[in-house]
Every structure is written in C-alpha cells, then in structure tokens.
C-alpha cells in the first residue's frame, strides 16, 4: 500500500499562492501518476493536476492550467502543487492521488489511494 500525507493548505485572498505538499510512503514503486483532486462542498471531485513520475508528463484542469504547477522531487517521493492567482472558486479540500494511471486522477478522480486533504480557502 501506498501512504500520502499532504500539508500545505491555508486561507489566502483573491490572487494568493500557496504551495502543498504530498509525500508518498510504503509502494511507492506500485504507483505511476500521483497528481491532486479537488471537492468543494456540495460539488462533485474534480482532477486538478497529475504527473507520470516516471517521464514527468504532466497534466492540468482547464481551469487551473496557467495558475498551478505540479512538480515532483523523486529523491523525497513528494510532489508538490504549485498554485498561483487564486480565486473564491479554488476553495476546497485537495487531496493527493496515487494511481498507475492519470486518468483515474484527472478524469474521473477515483484514484486507487488518496491522503486525508489539506483546506484551501480563498477570500474576496
């Protein structure tokens, strides 16, 4: 099995950044993509962004793409999800995804595992 624990979250205003973190312990060879997902309350989960640790493609929500970037440090199996310009409609928790495949983290946002969240509220 594959343990994710994030940190990172916060509360900032319109056109804030902040940066979570994601580190992935146990399997971590059992796992291709990690990438983060989002909730807002009363919203269905949404791919925010994924990476293949492998050949470092990444990939991005229309929404996000421009905004946010995800990184991974592999010597750490941590990534990282750099987000910029935020805006009232990034509120949510972010979870961090593992999976072999991105898909499951971005299109349909059913990872195999995920960690407990971290908040992100941004204020107008």
């Known amino acids: 099995q594959v343990q994710l624990v994030e940190s990172g979250g916060g509360s900032v205003q319109t056109g804030g950044s902040l940066r979570l973190s994601c580190a992935a312990s146990g399997r971590t060879y059992s796992t291709n993509c990690m990438g983060w997902f989002r909730q807002a309350p009363g919203k269905q989960r949404e791919g925010v962004a994924a990476i293949y640790t492998g050949s470092s493609s990444s990939y991005y929500a229309d929404s996000v793409k421009g905004r946010f970037t995800i990184s991974q440090d592999n010597a750490k199996n941590t990534v990282y999800l750099q987000m910029n310009s935020l805006q009232p409609e990034d509120t949510a928790m972010y979870y961090c995804?593992?999976?072999?495949?991105?898909?499951?983290?971005?299109?349909?946002?059913?990872?195999?595992?995920w960690g407990q969240g971290t908040q992100v509220t941004v204020s107008s």
């Open positions: 995804a593992a999976d072999r495949w991105c898909d499951r983290v971005m299109v349909t946002a059913t990872p195999l595992t």
